[in-house]
C-alpha cells in the first residue's frame, strides 16, 4: 500500500521501509547469528508497523464499539523527554478522553471543533485524521500544549516548514543517540568486529528512528 507525500501515513511507511532496507543490506555481511538477529528486528518492525497501519487506516478499533457519534474535539501536542506527538482531546463522551494521531499539517490550524467518530475512523470538519493509537481515558503525560483559539498568522509558513522531510528526521533523529551504545552491548554479548559494531550501530539507529515515526511524531 502507498501513500501520496502529502498523506500523513506517508512518513511512518517511508521510514519503516528504510529501517527494513538497512536491516536487509547488512545481512550479507553477518554470521548466522547476526543475521538472525536482523530477522528478529525486520520482523518486529514488520509487525508493529503492521499494527499501526491496520489501525490508523480503520481495518482494527482504537475506541469501544458503539454507533457514530458527534463529539467536541481539540487538538494538543504533548512533549515528554524527547517524545513530541499530537493528540485529540476529546469531549462529548461522558468524560474527556484523548486520541494520539499521526501529524497532519491540518492540525496546525485546527482550532476547537465537532468531529464525527465510530470505533475505528474520526473525521473533522469532513477531514479525515489518523489514529496512531488506542484511546486514553487519563491525560498523557508530560507537557501539553493547546493549540489557540484562533490559527496564528503565520500559521501556512510554520505549516511548511513542519511538514519538510528533512526537518522530520532531524527531530526524530535525537532517539538515535543511545545506538552506539546498544552497539557496544550487542559486541559485548556477541562479540565481532569494528563491521559488527558499525552494522549494529546502524541498525539501532534506524529503529529508534523508525519507532519514533510510527508512534506518531509531531514536527511542529
Known amino acids: 500500500m502507498s501513500f501520496g507525500s502529502g498523506?500523513?501515513?506517508?512518513?511512518?511507511?517511508?521510514?519503516?521501509?528504510?529501517?527494513?532496507?538497512?536491516?536487509?543490506?547488512?545481512?550479507?555481511?553477518?554470521?548466522?547469528?547476526?543475521?538472525?538477529?536482523?530477522?528478529?528486528?525486520?520482523?518486529?518492525?514488520i509487525g508493529?508497523?503492521?499494527?499501526?497501519?491496520?489501525?490508523?487506516?480503520?481495518?482494527?478499533?482504537?475506541?469501544?464499539?458503539?454507533?457514530?457519534?458527534t463529539v467536541g474535539v481539540s487538538r494538543i501536542r504533548q512533549q515528554h523527554r524527547l517524545l513530541s506527538r499530537s493528540w485529540l482531546e476529546i469531549s462529548g463522551t461522558g468524560r474527556p478522553r484523548w486520541l494520539p494521531v499521526y501529524f497532519d499539517p491540518a492540525l496546525m490550524t485546527m482550532t476547537?471543533?465537532?468531529?464525527?467518530?465510530?470505533?475505528?475512523?474520526?473525521?473533522?470538519?469532513?477531514h479525515r485524521l489518523y489514529p496512531c493509537g488506542r484511546v486514553r481515558t487519563t491525560e498523557p503525560p508530560g507537557r501539553l500544549i493547546d493549540n489557540p483559539s484562533r490559527p496564528a498568522p503565520d500559521a501556512p509558513t510554520r505549516t511548511t516548514t513542519a511538514s519538510h522531510l528533512r526537518r522530520r528526521l532531524l527531530l526524530d533523529a535525537q532517539s538515535t543517540v543511545a545506538a552506539p551504545f546498544a552497539a557496544l552491548l550487542w559486541i559485548y554479548v556477541d562479540g565481532g568486529s569494528f563491521t559488527t559494531?558499525?552494522?549494529?550501530?546502524?541498525?539501532?539507529?534506524?529503529?529508534?528512528?523508525?519507532?519514533?515515526?510510527?508512534?506518531?511524531?509531531?514536527?511542529?
Request: charged share 10%; glycine share 8%; with cysteine.
Open 197 to 220: 559494531f558499525l552494522a549494529a550501530t546502524c541498525v539501532a539507529a534506524a529503529t529508534a528512528l523508525w519507532l519514533s515515526a510510527i508512534r506518531g511524531s509531531d514536527p511542529s
Open 112 to 126: 476547537e471543533s465537532r468531529g464525527d467518530l465510530s470505533d475505528r475512523t474520526i473525521y473533522v470538519a469532513g
Open 7 to 45: 498523506h500523513p501515513l506517508a512518513y511512518p511507511s517511508s521510514v519503516t521501509i528504510g529501517a527494513l532496507a538497512i536491516c536487509l543490506a547488512w545481512a550479507p555481511f553477518g554470521d548466522l547469528d547476526q543475521v538472525a538477529a536482523l530477522a528478529t528486528v525486520a520482523l518486529g518492525i
Open 48 to 69: 508493529y508497523s503492521s499494527y499501526r497501519i491496520a489501525v490508523a487506516l480503520g481495518f482494527l478499533a482504537f475506541w469501544p464499539s458503539g454507533s457514530a457519534r
